[in-house]
């Protein structure tokens, strides 16, 4: 049986509604789509930016909820269907669930935001902390207004440990994110030029990211990139936050966490540091040094909480890079043929300036075998503002330094990078990524290593879908010998 999550009458005073129907003895799950619903979860009819989760109430209950929230528009159109608490606003409820949540949790919390690999952070707590005891951790990149106190609604009272990604467009809303998660420990990545056209320069993004401290509890443990140019803004928030200490991470040799040697194989990574004045090796088992910096916060996040360094050192070493972020699968050109296959490296999910250049480093310490290539395919950055031009352009250099030999570009931003490059460097490019799906695969040869990396938006994911369903991914049957 799944764990009761919340007794039916313990949901009325947080979600502050009222009860059209039978509450149910309990519910065992919280949602707001009804594609993911589980039979017992308690559904939320969210008002989205394309669809009203009130039109979906009928499926709900067909999936086996428990019971629905509505608002008192729709609450007389739908009380045939099932249990309906009925609220004011069902996003605010939700809210309201969330911090009910917060406030019974015993669990010790993290919070991660940055610019560049708060969900790869993210992921590697989750693994780290789920080894040493029950964890709750957000979905996906459920970062966002609805998003995270999804993600507090869901968190049950049995967690030891719990991990939230915070994320932002706009000033303001990290402030009023954390004030429900209320953490711990709170960590930024990174910050670099991304939503440019929210945002006048970089400090401000910094000044926005710096939010996460606000809401950290008195006494908590406030963790910073001391490598970036704007960390002496981020120290300065984190100072005056309600955190006890303010912690540092990065390769430069002040900081607590400190990178001393990185040494990058094909699908790992060898990491040497100094952490809190003790000389640390371990195994990090997804490649590329922005994920070792990243390990660094990890490690100290985790000693914050109350973890050895042999256990989080263990957890690390399993660690493995999720699809879109890194993933790698073997595919094959010619089924019949073992020899004939060529390396995917999946970083489709989304994209910044600062995440390319990670990427194409990746790209970079691939090793192609015989005649195989490094070919990168590339789409649109996007949310950079006017700037953006100039910052596709610019990954000319990164390209040409990791000794790319072919690069394929989809989208109007991602053509100014193609046009930079020299003549022998062009793989095809197109407006649109669908199209770029039949040239890629037609230049594809035994050897390559592929990398696909582009903004949600520009939709390199499907392309990166298309390679995996067009070449064979598993490894071919080796002919008898009779």
Known sequence: MSEILWSGLGLVAPL?????????????????????????????????????????????????????????????????????????????????????????????????????????????????????????????????????????????E??????????????????????????????????????????????????????????IVKGGVAILNRDIETFPLLETAAKASP?????????????????????????????SARVLGQDVSFRLGAPGRHMAINALAVVLAARAVGLDFRTIADSLA????????????????????????????????????????????????????GAGRRIAVLGDMLELGPTGPQLHAALKDDLLRNGVDLVFAAGPLSRHLYEALPPEKRGAWTEAAAALQAPVAAALRAGDVVMVKGSNGSKLHALAAGLKGRFAVAEPQKSEVV
Do not use: C
């Open 243 to 271: 955190a006890g200490y303010a912690l540092t991470f990065g390769a430069d040799p002040a900081a607590d966490a400190s990178l001393v040697e990185f040494n990058a194989a094909e699908d790992f990574s060898r990491v």
């Open 158 to 215: 049995s967690a030891r440990y719990a991990v939230f990604e915070i994320g932002m467009n706009h000033a303001g809303e990290i402030t009023a994110l954390v004030d429900m998660v209320r953490p711990h420990v709170a960590i930024v990545t990174t910050v670099a030029p991304v939503h440019l056209e929210h945002f006048a320069n970089v400090e401000e993004i910094a000044q926005a990211k710096a939010e996460i401290f606000s809401g």
């Open 318 to 369: 399993s660690v493995a890079p999720a699809q879109g972020r890194g993933a790698r699968e073997t595919l094959w050109l010619d089924g019949d043929d073992p020899l004939s296959r060529f390396l995917l490296i999946d970083e489709s999910y989304n994209a910044n300036p600062a995440s390319m250049r990670a990427a194409i480093d990746l790209l970079g310490a691939a090793q192609p075998t």
């Open 16 to 156: 502050r509604a009222r009860v059209l129907g039978m509450p149910p003895q309990h519910v065992t799950g919280v949602s707001i789509d009804t594609r993911t619903l589980q039979p017992g979860d308690l559904f939320f009819a969210i008002q989205g930016d394309r669809s009203d989760g009130h039109d979906y109430v009928g499926a709900a209950f067909e999936r086996g909820a428990a019971a629905a929230v509505v608002d008192e528009g729709h609450a007389a159109a739908l009380k045939h269907l099932g249990t309906l608490y009925i609220v004011h606003d069902v996003l605010k409820a939700l809210e309201g669930l969330g911090r009910a949540a917060r406030k019974r949790s015993r669990a010790r919390i993290i919070a991660v935001t940055g610019s560049v690999g708060k969900t790869s952070t993210k992921e590697m707590l989750r693994k780290v902390l789920s080894d040493a005891g029950p964890t709750h951790a957000s979905d996906k990149s459920y970062n966002n207004h609805w998003g995270v106190p999804l993600t507090l609604a869901r968190l049950p």
